[in-house]
């Protein structure tokens, strides 16, 4: 099938079966994405002509009203006939070449329990020009793909550093915990998606639940690092204490930069802890004015919902959100709940 984007006149094919966002990107269209699994909405098109089909069901990122209006996830959607599109194109993004590489497990270290920094060596001929914020994919075989966050910022890719989760059930990441995984070849995809650091006066508030932290991570080293005179204001939220796996690298951070303002934020702390607890997006709103902000939020679908709302509703507008949803890849899904129905 033959799609084509109107407002840009360029055009691509996809294949039967492939999703409409697989297909761009195969052909080098670096469209507006984050999740990748139809919760967060940021692939969102406007059909002008053309039949799609959703295999998997109607994502739950589109409102009813925004279906009635003629728009599409490009992540889920199928092309029934030859489409015509409007995606919204992030076209200073669009200009980062994506690139297939080799690459080597250089360095595997716990973090904390169940999570690790890996650090990828590319080829010394080879560079990944890529934005702070921005992913990769890592390959698999029979086509797919597990994408992770680079935590490192772009003048420091020397070795790309990702921050890898345990996955009860993982095809990928129990390998990474197991013994032997440095030295790995593997193969990867990237620069991907559109969640980058914007230029701009404002003061930046960054919102990370979990591993959410990592594009979080790189934004602000290269803020920082980069003497970009703005001030950032970073909330990280997880579940307890144990799970603080970058607190210690962010406290430093926090010393040496004067104008970054670090607050961890757990939901299910113990006793013992001193510091913010409940949500991390409700944590940062009793604290200060959103609307002051340029606001980047990173991390579970579920926060990424929840900030929308409640930002939106405090009077932040659309064009001062940025959001990067994290879930599990839909072949992951279907391990773990086989993984789980196993050991019931």
């Known amino acids: 099938m033959r799609i084509s984007l109107t407002k840009s006149r360029r055009s691509f094919s996809v294949r039967a079966g492939e999703s409409l966002l697989d297909g761009a990107l195969a052909a080098g269209l670096n469209l507006p994405h984050s999740c990748k699994s139809g919760n967060c909405g940021a692939c969102r098109a406007h059909l002008r002509s053309g039949r799609i089909e959703y295999p998997r069901g109607a994502p739950l990122g589109l409102s009813a009203a925004e279906v ?31 690139k297939r590489l080799p690459c080597r497990i250089d360095s595997v270290t716990a973090l904390s329990h169940d999570v690790l920094r890996v650090l990828l060596r590319l080829p010394a001929v080879e560079t990944l020009d890529h934005e702070p914020g921005q992913y990769i994919d890592v390959l698999l075989t029979g086509g797919r793909r597990r994408s992770f966050s680079l935590a490192s910022p772009p003048h420091d890719a020397k070795r790309l550093e990702l921050h890898v989760r345990r ?21 990867i995809e990237g620069p991907l998606g559109r969640f980058t650091y914007r230029e701009g006066p404002a003061p930046m508030l960054l919102l990370g639940g979990g591993t959410g932290l990592a594009p979080l991570l790189s934004i602000l080293r290269h803020v920082l690092e980069n003497e970009l005179e703005r001030e950032l204001k970073l909330y990280w939220g997880v579940r307890a204490e144990r799970d603080l796996y970058a607190d210690a690298q962010l406290r430093a951070l926090a010393a ?27 944590a940062a709103l009793a604290d200060l004015d959103p609307c002051a902000y340029d606001v980047y939020a990173s991390g579970p679908p579920e926060m990424i919902a929840a900030v929308r709302r409640d930002f939106a509703a405090r009077g932040v507008a659309a064009g001062r959100l940025w959001f990067d949803s994290f879930d599990y890849a839909p072949d992951a899904l279907a391990r773990q709940a086989t993984s789980a129905a196993t050991r019931s």
């Open 68 to 98: 009635a209006e003629g728009y599409v996830l490009l992540c889920q959607a199928r092309a029934a006939t030859d489409l015509e599109l409007d995606p919204v194109e992030i076209h200073a993004v669009a200009e980062r070449a994506i």
């Open 167 to 187: 996955v009860a059930g993982g095809e990928f990441t129990e390998t990474l915990f197991a013994d032997g995984a440095v030295g790995r070849l593997l193969e």
């Open 256 to 282: 040496r930069y004067a104008r970054l303002h670090y607050v961890p934020v757990l939901s299910a702390a113990s006793d013992a802890w001193d510091g913010r607890r409940g949500w991390v997006h409700e």
